[in-house]
């Protein structure tokens, strides 16, 4: 087995390095072709350039006087990169005189938003666990804060703070006592 694999090693090892070499000699054969195909191209475009140059204006005059002239030290005219201006604005459009514009109406005022009154009550933070119906037909709907059971029927206070106001076959409607905040729950607990 471990023969086997030994084999399995040596032989993809040759197969990577056989493939590196005529990877190389593949690069290396078309790097010559490209050199020779771009030097025979430079004749080719000082030839162009030459025609060119003979065949249009004649060469601008160089003034070598000015090359051989010491460099001068920038004067209060020259260029400063330290100075800062702003940019002069661009004038304005010109408007040809035509039919006559609309007044322009000025924008109305931005009123803050009207509180509608008191913000309302949170949710309700009850689930309903489950109901009970009585033999003489009285529905007692259980309900569940997180800390255990409460029970209450129709018209019934429960935990201090809310109103039984209608148990239907799936879910119970409470409020608050003082009538806010009116929330059905379903037996899913939602």
């Known amino acids: 087995m471990a023969d086997n694999r030994r084999t399995q090693l040596l032989a993809a090892t040759v197969v990577v390095v056989l493939v590196a070499v005529i990877v190389t000699r593949t690069t290396e054969d078309q790097a010559p072709a490209a050199r020779s195909a771009s030097a025979a191209r430079r004749p080719a475009v000082a030839e162009r350039a030459a025609k060119d140059a003979a065949g249009s204006a004649p060469p601008a005059d160089v ?25 002069p604005l661009p004038p304005p459009p010109v408007v040809a005189p035509s039919a006559p514009r609309p007044a322009e109406q000025s924008p109305s005022p931005v009123l803050p938003p009207v509180p509608t009154g008191p913000p309302p009550p949170p949710p309700i933070q009850l689930k309903l666990i489950g109901m009970l119906e009585k033999a003489d037909g009285t529905k007692i709907a259980v ?48």
Do not use: C, H, M, W
């Not at 703070?161 to 899913?188: C, F, H, M, N, P």
């Open 63 to 87: 003034n070598l006087e000015a090359l051989k002239r010491p460099r001068g030290v920038l004067g209060g005219q020259g260029r400063n990169p330290f100075r800062f201006r702003a940019r």
């Open 143 to 190: 309900l569940s804060d997180g800390r255990g059971p409460l029970y209450g029927v129709e018209g019934q206070e429960v935990a201090g703070r809310y109103k039984i106001l209608r148990i239907g076959a799936e879910s119970v409607e409470l409020a608050y006592i003082d009538g806010r905040g009116r929330q059905t729950i379903r037996l899913s607990g939602q």
